[in-house]
């Protein structure tokens, strides 16, 4: 008796229906490699990529059966990652691994993540999914999204200009975007505690506090890309990780924690985890998600949301205060 694919658990022929959805979403989908063609109009165009996944926040995705979110976390991940660099986003693919293909759950996902690029005004070019049984639990899934864009080499940012007493704008999170799932979800198994459970905090269930999809801060910055001199997308390493990239050799940054509203789920996080407050710093945006270095206030007056948070200082590392 001969053995098959799907015996094995790779079915082709739902691969196949999953792949034709995909390819409704943009009929340029389908080949082996996705073409795209370069704007004109730039005189030293540099091309930016970045590739980042969503992480443990799957978990939380899974187990409340909502999975369209994840989709925008990932494209609006990827989107302010190289955002960081002045670099406007030119298309987006994405990479999607499971056990086995629950076409109706990655319908969602997928078009989480074609509502974000719609949004964005970015290019959904193509993607991978593999079925590889035995490899995850049943019903998960991993996702990964690759991303490209494109800056005109003069107005690249990368930090060279920042000195002493530039000044440092947060711009609002809108809770842990894709970053500290694991310690989250470590503190909600170690206290017992539901994603169904109503917090009067929030407004919300825990759970839906914690799928709040990552914010893009693509429209909201590019008009201005020319008078900032550092970009830093709090993510995974918090303030003490991330700040840093973005510096030269020598000077560091001074952070008010006083100059926002943390925001509510982080203070709930710390007293139910009882977490050191430079542990927060570390693993959480708390409320910040995205740093401008610059010199230039008018940005804060014109984008009219946002705090002035701290300022460039002689003394190397990142103090909080």
Not at 15 to 20: E, I
Not at 49 to 71: P, R
Not at 159 to 176: A, E, Q, R, Y
């Amino acid at each position: 008796m001969s053995n098959t694919y799907k015996e094995a658990g790779v079915d082709i022929n739902k691969l196949d229906k999953f792949k034709q959805y995909i390819k409704n979403l943009n009929t340029k989908i389908g080949g082996f490699g996705g073409l795209f063609e370069l704007p004109t109009g730039y005189k030293n165009p540099i091309l930016v990529s970045s590739v980042d996944g969503v992480g443990t926040k799957l978990k939380i995705a899974t187990q409340l059966g909502i999975h369209d979110t994840v989709g925008e976390d990932i494209v609006n991940h990827c989107i302010n990652d190289i955002l960081t660099t002045g670099a406007i986003p030119l298309y987006f693919m994405d990479y999607i691994g499971t056990g086995n293909l629950n076409i109706e759950q990655q319908k969602k996902v997928v078009d989480g993540i074609a509502r974000a690029c719609r949004k964005n005004n970015i290019t959904l070019l193509g993607g991978e999914t593999a079925e590889m049984p035995g490899f995850y639990n049943p019903g998960e899934y991993d996702l990964v999204g690759f991303i490209a864009g494109i800056v005109e080499k003069e107005n690249v940012i990368d930090g060279h200009n920042i000195v002493v007493g530039d000044k440092l704008i947060g711009l609002p999170s809108n809770g842990l975007h894709t970053n500290g799932y694991s310690l989250m979800r470590k503190i909600i198994n170690d206290k017992g505690l539901k994603l169904d459970m109503y917090i009067k905090e929030f407004g919300c269930t825990l759970g839906e506090e914690l799928l709040k999809p990552h914010i893009s801060y693509k429209d909201l910055l590019l008009p201005f890309i020319k008078k900032i001199k550092g970009l830093v997308h709090i993510t995974g390493g918090g303030f003490y990780g991330n700040i840093p990239r973005v510096l030269p050799t020598g000077i560091g940054v001074k952070i008010d924690k006083r100059s926002w509203e943390i925001l509510p789920i982080f203070r709930f996080i710390q007293k139910e985890g009882k977490i050191d407050e430079q542990e927060m710093f570390t693993v959480f945006n708390m409320g910040i998600g995205m740093i401008v270095i610059t010199d230039d206030l008018s940005i804060l007056e014109q984008i009219k949301q946002g705090w002035i948070i701290g300022e460039v200082t002689k003394v190397e590392g990142v103090k909080i205060v």
